[in-house]
């Protein structure tokens, strides 16, 4: 029979071996080596962006998301730093200089889509010509895969992987000209080998996808926090 003896036993074996599965984990964290994101905020002070549908803009939105997704995710992860880049005017190329001496593995620029007519799901924008655009690519289908499934959106744009009728890359878009290429250049410019834009929602209309990020921004920055710790093994 199973005693209550041996029940206690294997309950204090389990407590034990829990707390030394963390601990190995935490030193594990502190050894890796640390690697950077630059976290952009899209537009500027002078140059906004959209609005959304409560008349706040990209940059004004993104631009108090961003401090907060830095605050959380700095403290939160050990193997990771996070620096938040904005501009007051002019294009992303004043922000040459800081991307330049920083020397991120990886940038993020956090935007919000706008659209003519009612409008769903999220996308990253990725160059298409850019160095290891396929990499970029799979990156940014990680990061839509841990948005979506968090606010059940559909993800835009699907890409078949050659050769493969099954296996995809969801919620990424190539850019090669138009809206966002030039940001993305921008960032290759300065070496900087991943380099992603990103658009959760569009935001002009109040829709129960709007109304989910920009009524509860605590729950967007953990969805953040959450991708960028999803991808941070990859960049």
């Known amino acids: 029979m199973f005693s209550e003896k041996k029940g206690r036993n294997l309950r204090d074996f389990f407590q034990k ?30 140059s906004g962006g959209a609005v959304n549908y409560k008349g706040e803009s990209e940059y004004d939105f993104n631009s108090r998301i961003a401090k907060k997704v830095e605050d959380i995710s700095n403290r939160f992860y050990e193997s990771l730093e ?23 593995n990886a940038t993020l620029e956090l935007h919000f889509n706008a659209a003519s007519v009612r409008a769903f799901g999220v996308e990253m924008l990725v160059y298409k010509h850019g ?37 995809s890359i969801d919620g990424v878009k190539f850019l090669s000209e138009g809206r966002g290429v030039h940001n993305l250049k921008s960032m290759h410019e300065c070496n900087v080998p991943f380099v992603l834009l990103f658009e959760p929602v569009f935001g002009n209309f109040e829709t ?28």
């Open 17 to 46: 071996l829990s707390k030394w599965l963390k601990s190995l984990f935490i030193k594990f964290e502190k050894e890796r080596p640390v690697k950077r994101l630059a976290l952009i905020v899209g537009h500027s002070e002078k």
């Open 82 to 104: 996070i620096k938040v880049f904005q501009r007051h005017g002019g294009s992303c190329r004043v922000l040459f200089p800081g991307i330049s001496l920083y020397k991120p």
């Open 131 to 167: 160095p290891r655009a396929y990499e970029n690519a799979m990156i940014g289908d990680i990061f839509t895969d841990t948005y979506a499934r968090e606010y059940q959106v559909k993800q835009r744009h699907t890409h078949r992987l050659d050769g493969d009728s099954v296996s």
């Open 208 to 235: 129960e996808e709007s109304k989910a990020v920009f009524e509860d921004e605590d729950r967007y920055v953990a969805c953040l926090v959450k991708a960028i710790g999803d991808i941070r093994e990859f960049i």
